[in-house]
Antibody
Framework: QLQLQESGPGLVKPSETLSLTCTVS??????????WSWIRQSPGKGLEWLGS???????YYNPSLNSRFTLSVDTSKNQFSLKVKSVTAADTAVYYC??????????????WGQGTLVTVSS | QSVLTQPPSVSGAPGQRVTISCTGN?????????VHWYQHLPGTAPKLLIY???NRPSGVPDRFSASKSGTSASLAISGLQAEDEADYYC????????????FGGGTKLTVL
């Protein structure tokens, strides 16, 4: 059974860089045609897609966001990661790592991590 | 403000039927691309409920159904049960700009 698990600090200071990693187990991140993605939910708000990456490293970012977000993949560790530069309180959210069924952004997200709460505060 | 519009809340008594709308435009739901729905219970990860407009993943009861027409989609839940109380989100593909995944703002379903 495929499982995704987020890891990273729960508290980040304003202006610093947030780094999260998603470890995939139960399948190789390099097998199949899947996008590995990050979605967040700010307190009291809805879901927001941040971006997606496939195992060869091609990335797709939410064009409505600024360029502070960077995705990367490490196939040797079966992990993918998210970095958010210069965080502010607006980046406080539960961050989910998810799998998207195909190499198509219009496909559904079929596997989700449990989510990790990141708070931006001094 | 979400690209896709959902009612903030809906409610119904056990056994009743409720519908949740998801309204977009000609650059997202009104395209050839499909709509997907998620159920989000508090403290858990969202769960794929309906994919490609009207398909249920294995394990999702047939009380849940959905459809898409024009620039809107809707989710219907019949035979409402207490365990259905959750937030529901629609997802679509926005073809303007460089293409992006968009979600509705979410609908809180309360079972009375």
């Amino acid at each position: 059974q495929l499982q995704l698990q987020e890891s990273g600090p729960g508290l980040v200071k304003p202006s610093e860089t947030l780094s999260l990693t998603c470890t995939v187990s139960g399948a190789s991140i390099s097998s199949g045609t899947y996008y590995w993605s990050w979605i967040r939910q700010s307190p009291g708000k809805g879901l927001e897609w941040l971006g997606s990456i496939e195992y060869r490293g091609n990335t797709y970012y939410n064009p409505s966001l600024n360029s502070r977000f960077t995705l990367s993949v490490d196939t040797s560790k079966n992990q993918f990661s998210l970095k958010v530069k210069s965080v502010t309180a607006a980046d406080t959210a539960v961050y989910y790592c998810v799998r998207q069924e195909q190499w198509n952004l219009d496909f559904p997200f079929d596997y989700w991590g449990q989510g990790t709460l990141v708070t931006v505060s001094s | 403000q979400s690209v896709l519009t959902q009612p903030p809340s809906v409610s119904g008594a056990p056994g009743q039927r409720v519908t949740i709308s998801c309204t977009g435009n000609s650059s997202n739901i009104g395209t050839i691309y499909d709509v997907h729905w998620y159920q989000h219970l508090p403290g858990t990860a969202p769960k794929l409920l309906i994919y490609h407009n009207s398909n249920r993943p294995s394990g999702v009861p047939d009380r849940f159904s959905a459809s898409k027409s024009g620039t809107s989609a809707s989710l219907a839940i019949s035979g409402l049960q207490a365990e259905d109380e959750a937030d529901y989100y629609c997802q679509a593909y926005e073809t303007s700009l460089s293409g992006e995944v968009v979600f509705g703002g979410g609908t809180k379903l309360t079972v009375l």
